[in-house]
């Protein structure tokens, strides 16, 4: 059990164009669902945090009008890179939680390269 | 502030025992995880530890001392699949993830 998914695993588009991600728990309800971006050779570095129904909490230098996160129900948060640039690419990857923070299941993350 | 250190790279023998070391500063703390994280993936859940002392999964354990603010992770029997990045993360009174930096485990036939 506890399976995230996301889509599209990789993508690649033009400097300027926007880009969406999605995030599913597909066998759970996710009271919480995190947007992490990693760079070759780093560390996960949290970009925001959303409950759903509710605004995203952004961590500081994460701009939230470039990226737009909307958890809409339980099971879907999505991640738009809005006018995207060559510094943009990196490995997205959502997580999801319950209630009791035990644990965040991770989706298998998305490639994103910006010519 | 919060922080949290593990080696960079670490090197290990196939069938062989490695411990890769965990400290860390947190505000508030509600557990201590360990993930694995092969080249291109994204990080999958091997341990979490709340309490103090030692637990065990198979041929991987993880132990917590909560007073030294410490943690290891003990892969035994190593095998070739075993090679791939292992991240620490200790969760704050916010139930925020933490995260080390990773340690690189390269294994060695």
């Known amino acids: 059990g506890a399976v995230v998914s996301q889509h599209p695993s990789r993508v690649i588009c033009k400097s300027g164009t926007s880009v969406k991600i999605e995030c599913r728990s597909l066998?759970?309800?996710?009271?919480?669902m995190f947007w992490y971006r990693q760079f070759p050779k780093q560390s996960l570095m949290l970009m925001a945090t959303?409950?759903?129904?509710?605004?995203?909490?952004?961590e500081q230098g994460v701009e939230k009008d470039k990226f737009l996160i909307n958890h809409a129900s339980l099971t879907l948060s999505t991640l738009t890179v809005t006018s995207a640039h060559p510094e943009d690419s990196s490995f997205y990857i959502c997580?999801?939680?319950?209630?009791?923070?035990?644990?965040?299941?991770f989706g298998p993350g998305t490639r994103l390269t910006v010519l | 502030g919060q922080n949290i250190d593990q080696p960079t790279e670490m090197t290990a023998t196939e069938g062989a025992i490695v411990q890769i070391n965990c400290t860390y500063q947190?505000?508030?703390?509600?557990?201590l995880f360990w993930y694995q994280q092969h080249a291109g993936e994204a990080p999958t859940f091997l341990s979490y530890?709340?309490l103090d002392g030692l637990e065990e999964k198979g041929r991987f354990s993880s132990f917590l001392s909560r007073s030294k603010g410490y943690s290891y992770l003990l892969l035994k029997e190593l095998q070739m699949k075993d090679s791939a990045s292992y991240l620490c993360?200790?969760?704050?009174?916010?139930?925020?993830?933490?995260w080390g930096a990773g340690t690189k485990l390269i294994i060695k036939p």
């Open positions: 947190t505000s508030g703390f509600n557990g």
């Open positions: 997580s999801a939680s319950t209630s009791d923070y035990n644990e965040q299941f």
């Open positions: 530890n709340v």
């Open positions: 993360a200790g969760m704050d009174s916010n139930y925020q993830l933490i």
């Open positions: 959303s409950n759903e129904g509710s605004k995203a909490t952004y």
């Open positions: 066998d759970f309800q996710a009271t919480t």
